[in-house]
């Protein structure tokens, strides 16, 4: 633990969000400044036979207004099947159709409005079922002609994966009981508080664009690749980041401001509407069908698995390439079957596009996964928190992709969290507690650092991670000042700016931490040894016997012996600098063993995995079908804890997420495929008036091939098992499993 | 637009007359027009200034309400709380602090939604309207007050001063509840109010109505069946007043709710809100806003 | 039309169109930042100010309204550059992480403190339920709202 109770986690950013001094991107202006407003196609399939500029370029204060005819003609995304702007078919309602830049916002609205486009409508595709059917109609006529050799696919079909693993058909025969079960789960979106604002503003052939991006290296690539850039003309810097949870993943809308700004030859600003927000985005949250069947034995075993998942991928694939198959290890859980085959299709449709909303696919299909497991432990009879005991694996076992997991901590997790909300315990007739247990992958990858002393001994720490509010670059600092001696608040924290740092993934996949932490003790080891060798010099010690703490150098068993880290950097300023950098070491990935992938994402055998159980009590009003949840208790295997309070906060706020996700959240579609409630009136987060009370426990596992000290990823793995826990208590109180996600009142009242 | 500021009542009626909308706190008019529902209009007149409309006075003959008096002031207001519960309920419970801070109950009267959460407490509790303009002052009961979502008996230059509530006669209590899928924030999806009053021996009904929120054109009263007046509020009275309600409900199907469900919800609703009055009218204590201390929303 | 508003004890001449809301003029008027936009119908609370000590969704609030009131944005909380005791509690019970509700969350709990100095954590869930955070779970805002109510210096 790098941060104690001794020293207590003051996030380096804190006092600027606590003040009001903090600038987010839709609080920065530039002079002439112009503003952005896009015109969307409205309809979720249409092919354009008219578009005409002419009535809002004539506006004035009206500057600019594009469309495909202005940006180069190039296909992007993880399949390559979108432009920037629609030219021919649009394919869901937010589909971008032209952009303006005006003198301001009304006016650049109002131009919007100008805007004339026809459609010739085109059948809707929004039934996944359906949309398998070799008579339905096609969202991408051409989809054979996109480059995306890397995936399985076919007409609708975006993306193929399957899990097999020994003989499914032999297991069923096998097992004494076969159980079958039929979820659904609705689409449901990220909405982070912050709506996104992007700023572009050229200098000579140079674009710096402020954008609210969780990934700025990603959306530099995007500009880059879509408006034919080389890296070093565009540089993106991220201000404060008002959170992200996924849907401010990838490239999004920077290329078209940065093309407006260019356009007008003025510094160009979008801020996006909340009803945008919503509606615009490549980043829902997909929904899905999930078929499962399980065969066990008597005494409880599970012995096969059979499952088929449909997934949204919506109208484009953003990066949903990887989904199938981590839906399908999602269904298979973190549980040791022989006989597996789960088959898994992305499948294209005419709504907003699917992406990396925290923890993709894995909420709905652990929540369909362990209402199905309450329904198998139910069906020999045994207490669903001993069926998962007995089935689920633990240090040493081989789960389903034949990976031999290493120390873990689930079962531990499953033992703290039912002894934490004293589960068994007697409970008024109209409360119960479900448990679900759940996992998710930690994702190693390239992370960099610089760290540097000036010569006041002042420390800076130049890091291309990006902070989305978790508080994971703000635990770097302590991270160094704990190799070299130091203060955290001794480093100035240069950070989200691709002109000054070294590449970094971004806040997503919960990997800040993980690599860019292991970058940063790289680096910090670095500095240390060239501290240790200057102050082997001016001290005349060996470097082996050179400790660094308190701010000083010294030699070991002489304190006496000692130079302040002050001198030495005022040393160091006259000749070598004390300047280091850091990269995270690549993690193999482990290697399937008697398993088959068919369109192998390569997310079926996981890193350092982190396992969580979630165990909630809930009240049911049994007149209305409202259910509330009073509490719940949580316990996390996400490896060594550097920063105990940020990985609570964490946990907390992936659980009210998770809640949220179980009961309210939902997005509804009118029949023509547009959205009903793209607002926070219509579509409910959870209130503070909501929140129940989470008690959280970490079961603290050193792993190798982990992160810096043995920690895992943390922010996305609270997010998984709270809706399965919560479907699980009330199947209890209504004697049967709601099988549609979210699990509103009305459709809780409908099954009693 | 044109922006004035009135500070009495026969500035804004001049405004008025001129063609000017009244304002309070604005937020239906700014949330319409940033929303792009509605234009904001030509010319607004401020009344959230004018002390006459702040105030509320009680005398022997019940309580006159300003138009102006927030939601804020309603909820804890110890008379409103005290003998007109169902209106600190409803109050308790629109929207967020904020909201109840700016919210006028006039200004969500003249709105006429009919998912206004007052306006159920209002008709049960016999309120009347005043309302006003340069050349007469009328006042109407509130029950005849809405004629469909948005639209009223009041004419343009006509300027809702007051509520009028009589006075409550012994005995006799009343409650506000409705559905929330969420304990904050919510707008009703399907509401009910209910007032009884208790015969002065013993505990049989000598007086009840009821009134549903949000499931009808505007908010509706329920015919409750003669007989039950001189019997005993029991389930079996309670359970007619709830299939009174479904029966009286035209709700639509729309995001917040299926018409099917609105239905079955407003008999609940109606029953607990009913329940709810009963016991106030006996003299229990049931904490305000009903819909947190009572059932699926309390703490 | 000009007009003049007072924010955080100062007087700003406005010069704005008539229509404008609170929010768009404190942020690009008066220049004041700190009260952030995060929806358009009082769903979130990010744009809360206090009126006369009185929380207001500022993004449906009209500017002219607001002459003569005493105004309080997130800016004004601050004394002698220390932090008010919200804001320190905020940050050491980590109530904060992407920081986009902060200030309306704090502006909420400033207004819910004068009126009611000692909440139970019922009173502060209710008093700050108009402000939607999407990061924390709520749990450490309560408790850093019950450490300031409690005067605790810690």
């Known amino acids: 633990m790098v941060i104690s109770e001794s020293r207590p986690f003051l996030r380096a950013d804190g006092p ?59 296909r992007f995304g993880a399949i390559p099947d979108r432009k920037l702007f629609a030219s021919d078919v649009v394919r869901f309602e937010g589909e971008v159709v032209a952009a303006v830049a005006a003198i301001d916002a009304a006016t650049a609205a109002r131009a919007v409005e100008a805007i004339v486009v026809e459609y010739e409508p085109l059948p809707i595709v929004d039934d996944l079922e359906a949309a398998l059917d070799e008579n339905s109609p096609l969202v991408h006529e051409s989809w054979a002609d996109y480059d995306a050799d890397h995936v399985v696919r076919d007409r609708n079909v975006a993306s193929f994966s399957s899990i097999e693993r020994g ?24 909405v982070p508080i912050e709506p996104r604002g992007i700023l572009a503003q050229w200098e000579g052939d140079r674009v710096t664009i402020w954008s609210s991006t969780q990934v700025p290296f990603q959306a530099r690539a995007g500009v880059c690749e879509t408006l034919g850039l080389a890296t070093n ?41 909340r009803e945008e927000e919503f509606v615009a985005p490549d980043r829902r949250r997909e929904g899905m069908t999930i078929d499962v069947t399980s065969g066990i034995r008597r005494d409880g075993t599970l012995v096969a698995r059979r499952g088929r998942m449909l997934l949204d991928n919506g109208a484009y694939t953003a990066d949903a390439d990887f989904f199938p198959q981590l839906a399908a290890m999602h269904l298979a859980g973190p549980y040791k079957i022989p006989n597996v085959l789960i088959e898994s299709s992305l499948v294209y449709t005419n709504r907003q596009p699917s992406g990396s909303v925290r923890a993709p696919t894995a909420p709905q299909a652990c929540w369909a996964l362990e209402a199905h497991t309450d329904e198998l432990a139910d069906a020999v009879g045994m207490d669903p928190v001993a069926f998962r005991r007995l089935n689920a694996i633990d240090s040493g076992s081989v789960g389903v992709v034949g990976q031999t997991y290493g120390e873990i901590g689930l079962q531990q997790c499953i033992n703290a969290a039912v002894e934490e909300i004293e589960y068994g315990s007697d409970l008024p007739p109209d409360e119960a507690v479900g448990v679900a247990i759940g996992w998710w992958p930690s994702f190693p990858g390239p992370s960099g650092v610089y760290i540097k002393i000036d010569d006041d001994g002042a420390g800076q720490i130049i890091t291309g991670a990006q902070e989305c509010g978790t508080g994971a670059v703000m635990t770097i600092p302590h991270i160094v000042a704990d190799e070299l001696g130091m203060q955290p608040g001794d480093f100035e924290l240069i950070y989200q700016d691709t002109g000054a740092a070294p590449y970094d993934v ?44 308190s701010g000083e150098a010294s030699v070991v068993g002489s304190p006496a012996s000692s130079v302040s880290i002050v001198e030495l950097a005022a040393i160091a300023a006259d000749n070598n600098l004390l300047l280091a950098h850091g990269s995270s070491e690549v993690i193999e990935t482990p290697p399937l063993v008697g398993s088959t992938c068919v369109g192998d994402q390569g997310v079926a055998a996981w890193s350092a995995p982190q396992f969580s159980c979630h165990a909630v009590r809930v009240r049911l009003d049994r007149d209305t079908g409202v259910v509330r949840v009073l509490e719940v208790s949580t316990a996390h295997d996400s490896g060594t804890i550097i920063n105990p309070l940020g990985a609570t906060g964490q946990v907390e706020g992936g659980v009210l997420m998770g809640i949220g996700q179980a009961l309210t959240e ?87 | 637009m044109r922006f004035t500021k009135a500070e009495t009542v026969e500035e804004a009626l001049h405004a008025m007359a001129a063609g000017a909308r009244p304002i309070a706190g604005g937020s239906d008019l700014m949330v319409a027009a940033r929303q792009g529902k509605s234009p904001l209009p030509e010319s607004i007149v401020a009344i959230d200034r004018i002390p006459a409309l702040s105030r509320m006075d009680a005398d022997e003959r019940g309580m006159r309400i300003g138009a102006a008096v927030s939601h804020a002031q309603l909820e804890v207001d110890p008379r409103i709380v005290a003998d007109y519960t169902a209106l600190a309920d409803a109050a308790a419970l629109v929207g967020s602090p904020a909201t109840r801070h700016v919210g006028t109950i006039g200004g969500n009267i003249m709105n006429s939604s009919p998912a206004m959460d007052t306006g159920a407490p209002l008709v049960v509790l016999d309120g009347r309207v005043e309302l006003r ?19 009223s008996v009041a004419a343009v230059d006509e300027l809702c001063t007051a509520i009028l509530l009589p006075e409550r006669a012994p005995r006799s209590g009343s409650g506000y509840v409705r559905l929330e899928y969420r304990r904050a924030m919510e707008i009703a999806v399907v509401g009910a109010a209910a007032s009884v009053t208790l015969a002065p021996d013993g505990d049989l009904l000598a007086a009840i109505s009821v009134a549903l929120t949000a499931v009808a054109p505007t908010i509706v009263s329920v015919e409750i069946p003669k007989e039950a007046i001189g019997r005993p509020v029991d389930d079996d009275l309670l359970d007619r007043i709830a299939v009174a309600a479904s029966e009286r409900a035209q709700p639509i199907s729309d995001v917040r709710a299926s018409a099917r469900y609105r239905k079955h919800i407003v008999g609940v609703m109606a029953r607990r809100a009913a329940a709810s009055a009963f016991g106030r009218a006996r003299g229990e204590t049931i904490g305000v806003p009903l819909n947190r201390t009572a059932g699926i929303g309390a703490p | 039309m000009t007009y003049i508003l007072t924010v955080n004890g100062t007087d700003y001449p406005v010069d704005a169109d008539v229509t404008r809301n609170l929010l768009s003029v404190i942020r690009e008027v008066v220049g004041l930042t700190g009260t952030k936009e995060g929806c358009d119908d009082c769903e979130c609370g990010a744009c809360m100010v206090l009126l006369d ?16 009131c005493a105004i309080t944005t997130i800016e004004g909380l601050q004394s002698d550059g220390d932090l008010h005791p919200l804001q320190r509690h905020m940050l050491e019970s980590g109530a904060v992480q992407c920081g986009f509700c902060t200030p309306g969350m704090i502006v909420s709990a400033r207004a819910l403190l004068d009126a009611n100095p000692d909440p139970d954590d019922e009173d502060i869930r209710i008093g700050l339920s108009g402000n939607l955070c999407r990061c924390t779970g709520y749990a450490r805002i309560i408790e850093a709202v019950r450490k300031t109510a409690a005067g605790d210096s810690g």
């Open chain 1, 167 to 190: 003989d499914v058909e032999a297991g069923m025969a096998e097992a004494d009981l076969v159980v079958t079960s039929r979820f659904e789960a609705d689409a449901s979106h990220a």
């Open chain 1, 666 to 752: 939902g997005t509804r579609y009118d029949e023509d495929g547009r959205q009903l409630n793209a607002g926070l009136l219509e579509y409910k987060l959870q209130t503070i008036a909501d929140a129940p009370t989470i008690a959280t426990r970490f079961i603290e596992i050193d792993t190798p091939d982990a992160g810096p000290h043995g920690a895992k990823g943390l922010a996305e793995a609270p997010n998984v098992a709270t809706a399965g826990a919560i479907a699980n208590a009330i199947a209890k109180l209504v004697g049967h499993p709601i099988r549609r996600l979210p699990m509103t009142a009305e459709r809780v009242w409908e099954t009693l």
């Open chain 1, 16 to 74: 600027d969000k606590v003040t009001g001094s903090g600038r987010y991107v839709a609080d920065i202006s530039l002079t002439g400044m112009a503003a952005a407003k896009f015109k969307y196609a409205g309809m979720a399939h249409g092919r354009i036979t008219k578009l005409d500029l002419e009535a809002a370029r004539s506006i004035p204060g009206v500057y600019a207004v594009l469309t495909h005819k202005d940006v180069p003609d190039v």
């Open chain 3, 53 to 68: 000590g009185r929380p207001v969704n500022s993004c449906s609030y009209l500017a002219v309204q607001a002459q003569g």
């Open chain 2, 133 to 151: 303009s340069l050349d007469r002052t009328r006042q109407i009961d509130i029950s005849e007050m809405w004629t469909g979502p948005g639209q």
């Open chain 1, 233 to 273: 003309k565009v540089r993106i810097i991220v201000p404060h980041l008002g959170g992200g949870f996924g849907g401010k993943c990838g490239f999004h809308f920077e290329a078209h401001v940065a093309a407006l700004a260019r356009a007008v030859r003025r510094p160009v600003k979008l801020v996006f509407t």
């Open chain 1, 506 to 549: 971004g806040a997503t996949g919960s990997q800040t931490l993980l690599n860019n932490g292991r970058a940063a003790l790289a680096g910090a080891r670095e500095l240390a040894r060239q501290l240790k060798e200057l102050a082997a010099e001016h001290l005349e010690a060996s470097t082996e016997d050179i400790v660094l703490q």
